[in-house]
Nanobody, 126 residues
Framework: QVQLVESGGGLVQAGDSLRLSCAAS????????MGWFRQAPGKEREFVAA????????YYADSVKGRFTISSDNAKNTAYLQMNSLKPEDTAVYYC???????????????????WGKGTLVTVSS
C-alpha cells in the first residue's frame, strides 16, 4: 500500500502563487507515476498534472499549462505542484494520486489511479 498526504493549501488572492506537496509513504517504489487532480464545488474531479516517478515526463491539463509546474523529489518521496498566477477558477480541493503502472500521459488521458490522498483545499479570492 501507498499512503499519500497533501499539504500546502490555503487562501490566496488572484495572481498569487502556492506550492502543494504530496508526501508518499509505504510501498512507494511500486508507483510508476503521480498526478494531481482537483474538484471544485459542484463539479466533477478533473486532472491537473502528472509526472513519471523518474521525473522525466510530465503532462498537464490545458487549463493550467504555463501556470502550474509539477515536480518530484524521489529522495524525499514527495511530489510538488507549483501554482502561479492563480485564478478564482482554480479554487478546489486538490488531490494527489499515484498509479502503479501508468505513465504521466496515461494519467493525463484518463488512466485509473491506484492510490489517493485526502486532499487539500485551495481557495483563490478575486
Amino acid at each position: 500500500q501507498v499512503q499519500l498526504v497533501e499539504s500546502g493549501g490555503g487562501l490566496v488572492q488572484a495572481g498569487d502563487s502556492l506550492r502543494l506537496s504530496c508526501a508518499a509513504s509505504g510501498r512507494w517504489f511500486v508507483s510508476s507515476a503521480m498526478g494531481w487532480f482537483r474538484q471544485a464545488p459542484g463539479k466533477e474531479r478533473e486532472f491537473v498534472a502528472a509526472i513519471n516517478r523518474s521525473g522525466t515526463g510530465t503532462y498537464y491539463a490545458d487549463s493550467v499549462k504555463g501556470r502550474f509546474t509539477i515536480s518530484s523529489d524521489n529522495a524525499k518521496n514527495t511530489a510538488y505542484l507549483q501554482m502561479n498566477s492563480l485564478k478564482p477558477e482554480d479554487t478546489a480541493v486538490y488531490y494527489c494520486a499515484a498509479s502503479k503502472y501508468g505513465s504521466s500521459q496515461y494519467i493525463g488521458t484518463g488512466g485509473v489511479m491506484d492510490y489517493w490522498g485526502k486532499g487539500t483545499l485551495v481557495t483563490v479570492s478575486s
